[in-house]
């Protein structure tokens, strides 16, 4: 799956009111509070027998995450890990311009390779980069609080 067909199907997929969302996801908490397996969904369509669906305990946790996120009036994308991206997708991934995200490639800070005259960018190295700069980010933080608790500026 690529990112123009993971787009394709948010697209396709109709997203429930914040308000189904929000009664779903408390349901599923109330659930997950109980529960330390796996579980069996019932899906039950009209004029059909009901038929029990072996659910995993993350997927589960991840629908309950997802319905939490569309409580909040936030969109929610899914993107397999393997997944390439082109540079708009990628720059709108990391939230920062197309030419910055040009830099960091130039630089090698962040791997890709070359498609004809195109970048492609693996999802899972977006992840790895957010993750190193959000570390940066909380380490310099912690610095600066130290420095300002050393001279007093509490």
Same mark, same amino acid.
């Given at each position: ?8 199907? %948010? ?5 429930p009111?914040?308000d189904?969302?929000? $009664? ?11 529960? =330390?397996g796996? *579980?069996?969904? #019932?899906?039950?369509?009209r =004029?059909?027998p009901?038929q ?7 997927a589960?946790r991840?629908?309950?995450?997802i *319905?939490?996120?569309? %409580?909040k009036?936030?969109?929610v994308t899914l993107? !397999?890990?393997?997944?390439? *991206? =082109?540079?708009? $997708?990628?720059a709108?991934e990391?939230?920062?311009s197309? !030419? #910055?995200?040009l $830099? ?6 962040i791997?890709?390779r070359?498609?004809?005259?195109h ?6 190295? &977006? ?7 959000r570390?940066s ?6 610095e600066?609080?130290?420095l300002?608790? $050393?001279?007093? &500026?509490e």
């Amino acid at each position: 799956m690529t990112a123009a067909d993971s787009l394709e199907l %948010a697209h396709a997929i109709e997203t429930p009111s914040a308000d189904e969302a929000r $009664e779903s996801s408390a349901r599923l908490q109330e659930i997950l509070r109980r529960v =330390n397996g796996d *579980l069996d969904v #019932f899906v039950h369509c009209r =004029n059909e027998p009901q038929q029990a669906v072996p659910i995993p305990l993350w997927a589960v946790r991840m629908l309950e995450q997802i *319905l939490s996120q569309l %409580a909040k009036g936030q969109g929610v994308t899914l993107m !397999p890990m393997h997944a390439e *991206l =082109n540079s708009y $997708e990628a720059a709108r991934e990391l939230k920062v311009s197309r !030419p #910055f995200l040009l $830099e960091l490639l130039q630089k090698g800070e962040i791997p890709s390779r070359m498609d004809g005259p195109h970048h492609r960018i693996a999802f899972k190295d &977006l992840i790895v980069y957010k993750e190193k700069t959000r570390e940066s980010r909380a380490k310099a933080l912690a610095e600066l609080s130290a420095l300002g608790q $050393e001279l007093g &500026l509490e």
